[in-house]
Protein backbone atom coordinates (compact mmCIF):
# COMPACT_ATOMS: atom_id res chain seq x y z
CA UNK A 1 0.00 0.00 0.00
CA UNK A 2 1.57 2.91 -0.76
CA UNK A 3 0.61 7.03 0.32
CA UNK A 4 2.24 9.71 -1.26
CA UNK A 5 4.25 7.79 -3.15
CA UNK A 6 5.92 5.69 0.11
CA UNK A 7 5.45 2.39 0.93
CA UNK A 8 3.72 2.88 4.31
CA UNK A 9 1.97 -0.67 4.32
CA UNK A 10 2.53 -4.48 2.60
CA UNK A 11 1.16 -7.89 3.04
CA UNK A 12 -1.73 -9.74 1.31
CA UNK A 13 -4.84 -8.62 0.57
CA UNK A 14 -6.09 -10.62 3.27
CA UNK A 15 -3.29 -9.75 5.62
CA UNK A 16 -3.66 -6.29 5.05
CA UNK A 17 -7.68 -6.51 6.03
CA UNK A 18 -7.06 -8.34 9.39
CA UNK A 19 -5.12 -5.79 10.91
CA UNK A 20 -5.57 -2.24 11.47
CA UNK A 21 -3.99 -0.58 8.33
CA UNK A 22 -4.67 2.20 6.23
CA UNK A 23 -5.81 -0.55 3.61
CA UNK A 24 -8.32 -1.45 5.64
CA UNK A 25 -9.78 1.43 6.37
CA UNK A 26 -9.70 2.42 2.95
CA UNK A 27 -11.47 -0.98 1.59
CA UNK A 28 -14.43 -0.63 4.06
CA UNK A 29 -15.13 3.14 3.25
CA UNK A 30 -15.34 1.66 -0.49
CA UNK A 31 -17.08 -1.70 0.19
CA UNK A 32 -19.51 -0.62 3.48
CA UNK A 33 -22.50 -0.14 1.21
CA UNK A 34 -21.54 -3.37 -1.27
CA UNK A 35 -20.57 -0.83 -3.91
CA UNK A 36 -18.11 -2.83 -6.03
CA UNK A 37 -15.74 -0.76 -8.14
CA UNK A 38 -16.66 -0.90 -11.72
Known sequence: MMKN?????KGT???LLAGDT???D????Q???GAAAG
Open 22 to 24: FYA
Open 5 to 9: GTIIE
Open 26 to 29: LYNI
Open 31 to 33: FAN
Open 13 to 15: HEE
